[in-house]
T-cell receptor, first 116, second 114 residues
Framework: AQSVTQPDIHITVSEGASLELRCNYS??????LFWYVQSPGQGLQLLLK??????LVQGIKGFEAEFKRSQSSFNLRKPSVHWSDAAEYFC??????????????FGIGTKLQVIP | ETGVTQSPTHLIKTRGQQVTLRCSSQ?????VSWYQQALGQGPQFIFQ???????GRGNFPPRFSGLQFPNYSSELNVNALELDDSALYLC?????????????FGSGTRLTVV
């Protein structure tokens, strides 16, 4: 069974500082990996996804993530955080069977606070 | 793109009652999944529908059921509501064609069971 661990429940960074959110996954085969962002009371917005190919993935809003198979990690990074980035971030792993059924398993989330 | 729309946005029900939540998938998306997100938790997979049939299910009891219609809209039905069913219910759709397996999520329905 697949699983996702986000070790940091809450992170506080200063505006303009760099950001790295950690994510470790467990899955037997090559995973599909995602990062989603959720603002309070809202649904989830896809930031970026990895299926194959280049292990450094660029997403929206200036975010990027790097897939490291040896570490089973898919950490999210941003070089300079803006106050509007304050939200909750979810890492997720997806698995697709031969029938096209995809189950996506989410981590518990990391809440990002941005201070002036 | 029309996005994924869910209704209602908020709902209050009494324990033991039944509830139906609705979702309109993004245009061109024929696969829909439902997720339950309890307060302070990540979304938990309930089930997935493809071409009007359930083809995947998480660890939820049978009182959680669904339907997908020919126009790819869908419903989540929950019978015999319990207090622990209070959560944000998210609908997500994706196209099967091509290599894009990312889901588009709706804004959710906030269900409160009292």
């Amino acid at each position: 069974a697949q699983s996702v661990t986000q070790p940091d429940i809450h992170i506080t960074v200063s505006e303009g500082a760099s950001l790295e959110l950690r994510c470790n996954y467990s899955y037997g085969a090559t995973p599909y990996l995602f990062w989603y962002v959720q603002s309070p009371g809202q649904g989830l917005q896809l930031l970026l996804k990895y299926f194959s190919g280049d292990t450094l993935v660029q997403g929206i809003k200036g975010f990027e993530a790097e897939f490291k198979r040896s570490q089973s990690s898919f950490n999210l990074r941003k070089p300079s955080v803006h106050w509007s980035d304050a939200a909750e971030y979810f890492c997720a792993v997806g698995a697709v069977n031969s029938g096209g059924y995809q189950k996506v398993t989410f981590g518990i989330g990391t809440k990002l606070q941005v201070i002036p | 793109e029309t996005g994924v729309t869910q209704s209602p946005t908020h709902l209050i029900k009494t324990r033991g009652q039944q509830v139906t939540l609705r979702c309109s998938s993004q245009s061109g998306h024929n696969t829909v999944s439902w997720y339950q997100q309890a307060l302070g938790q990540g979304p938990q997979f309930i089930f997935q529908y493809y071409r009007e049939e359930e083809n995947g299910r998480g660890n939820f009891p049978p009182r959680f059921s669904g339907l997908q219609f020919p126009n790819y809209s869908s419903e989540l039905n929950v019978n015999a509501l319990e207090l622990d069913d209070s959560a944000l219910y998210l609908c997500a759709s994706r196209p099967v064609q091509g290599g894009d397996y990312g889901y588009t999520f709706g804004s959710g329905t906030r269900l409160t069971v009292v």
